[in-house]
């Protein structure tokens, strides 16, 4: 089962990040994510054992965000926030930049955060930086994704999905920045799979969806696929 | 100017919340709070020290939101980030329950967090639990007030704003539920002087407002003040 439909599978963090999810919830996000094999899943640091309870022992990563939603928090609290997460088991970090410092163009400040938080959690674990493109111009996004590449993280994320959902101009923009230097997670409205591989295509290496089941089954439709 | 419109400004909590708010934002936050003497300005907590810089030596208080606004983090990460809007200078904390527990009728979670995060702050801080009414039914929304009475907290809060407005029957249901033991704070999507007035009837006292100034200013009109 890792290699079906074009392993877009592999590029789904299936996610779960409402403030009404309940322990239910995320055993259940936990079992889909083990039974479709989906890269990981994302969850807010409350879950985070709950998740490592369950997915332990297995290939499906876990994957906390922090300073979620709104990037606001003290640099201090995101980084034991994060740092925190890690102990609880989270495999890696998507952490909101501070938005307020990116659309009033204060790139150093943001820098200077994420250089922080990557500097307090061991180097094997994944720092995604969430930059809220829909809040910024696009020379914005190209300079926050540099502040991202400078503040030694491994992705730039284009947003919580709480704020209006990715386009496709918006991960090519990301890609582009990124010179290579970085990876792209491509978040929010997530919905089609036509959609996925438009963003695949653009540069996103890594979808966030809470849709994923969802497009799982259009694919298993598409593809013909007779299993239960 | 404290005692215009039947006080309603002095009910006002001002409030900017919006992860795009930047350092310039918040400084009119301060400056509109001290023209129209608002009770205080409610802001994320990396803003905290920059409102106390404006406000200290003045009646306005710094109102600093915690856990915002999914509250799904740890508890103690909760608690310090509360601590240490106090130490930067906030008068009030608005923290957000954890309402995957409340959905799910985890009452005794709830009201076992909130009583750790009041233990660790000075008792003169006032503490606010956002329950996030939208996301309960009427039976949920009782016992959470009760959850928070029974942590030891001020005020139940209605909502963060993010998922809905507040209505007059919610904050019915809070001001019952309360028996007096507990104030109401009402909040998100307050826009005219008639359903303000309105929520301070049902039972608020407090109402968390970002529109504040275009509501003084239809009082104003209403007043038919013709002061600059």
Known sequence: MTDIYENLNLRFEHTALKPETTT?????????AL?????????????????????RNTKIKIISVCGFPLGANRTDIKTME?????????????????????????FTKAEKEI????????????????IEANKLNKEQQINATRSVINGGAQFVKTGTGFFGGVTIEQ?????????????????????????ARELIEAG??????SSS???????KIENNDKRP
């Open 82 to 106: 994060a740092v925190k997460a890690v102990n609880d088991g989270a495999n890696e970090i998507d952490i909101v930049a501070n938005i307020g410092w990116l659309v009033a163009d204060e």
């Open 171 to 195: 991960v090519k923009t990301l890609y582009h920045a990124a010179r290579g230097q970085i990876e792209i997670k491509a978040a929010g409205g997530i919905k089609e799979p036509k959609q």
């Open 213 to 219: 089941i969802q497009i799982m089954e259009q694919l």
């Open 24 to 32: 239910k919830d995320i055993e259940k996000l936990c079992q889909e």
């Open 115 to 130: 250089t922080e938080i990557r500097k307090s959690l061991p180097y094997n674990i994944i720092l995604k930086v969430i």
């Open 204 to 209: 996103a290496s890594r979808l966030g969806c």
């Open 35 to 55: 039974l479709w094999q989906f890269y990981g899943v994302v969850v807010n640091p409350v879950w985070v054992k709950e998740c490592q309870t369950i997915l």
